[in-house]
């Protein structure tokens, strides 16, 4: 019970996942689970791309955090994402993670850059290994192999798209469904930047 409260004043940036796309994921995501048993399976609801990941924050820091993103977000436009496949991290045939797999934007890098460092002097810790965008499906394995190797493209994902118009700021709450609660929305307004 104590590590769950300490987990609610824990928060991320990232950008949620289209409405239309979610149950797309969650069928490849099925698909895949037939075979292999997870501790946790995302919910379609919380389906998302992590920007940066900020943990807890006391409230000035928060306040400037949102400050920042703020300014960020107003210089970049959008750009579109797409889906490529599925993925793991750890072992091919069961994965520690399971994950639906991005073709690469600079749109998206760059954002997580710019963001990063604009986050970074108010406290953030950073993480050292190179970002690496995905959205997850299940994590934790317990048993069971997955009925293909990975990476594999699913052909119900690959190439589905949608336009990334803003960055979100969400609160951990693992006692709810969904576990991701969006507290505030960073729009993008300016023509300044663009990425394909």
Request: glycine letters at 6%; proline letters at 6%; a positive charge.
């Amino acid at each position: 019970m104590g590590r769950r409260r300490f987990m609610s004043n824990h928060y991320f940036l990232g950008i949620p996942v289209a409405d239309a796309l979610r149950e797309t994921l969650n069928q490849a995501a099925r698909s895949y689970l037939t075979a292999a048993d997870y501790k946790r399976k995302t919910d379609a609801r919380d389906y998302h791309i992590t920007l940066l990941f900020l943990g807890a924050l006391a409230s000035e820091q928060r306040t400037a955090i949102v400050q920042a993103v703020h300014q960020t977000s107003a210089n970049w436009t959008p750009f579109t994402l797409a889906l490529s496949g599925i993925d793991g991290f750890g072992d091919r045939r069961h994965p520690r993670v399971l994950f639906a797999s991005l073709k690469e934007t600079r749109g998206l890098t760059g954002l997580q850059a710019a963001i990063a460092q604009a986050v970074a002097p108010l406290g953030v810790r950073l993480e050292n290994r190179p970002y690496h965008p995905h959205i997850t499906l299940a994590k934790r394995w317990v048993s069971g192999d997955l009925p293909m190797q990975l990476p594999a493209v699913h052909h119900g994902l690959a190439g589905k798209q949608w336009t990334v118009s803003a960055v979100s700021l969400f609160q951990v709450c693992p006692d709810n469904l969904p576990n991701y609660q969006q507290i505030c929305l960073f729009p993008f307004q300016s023509e300044k930047r663009e990425y394909s």
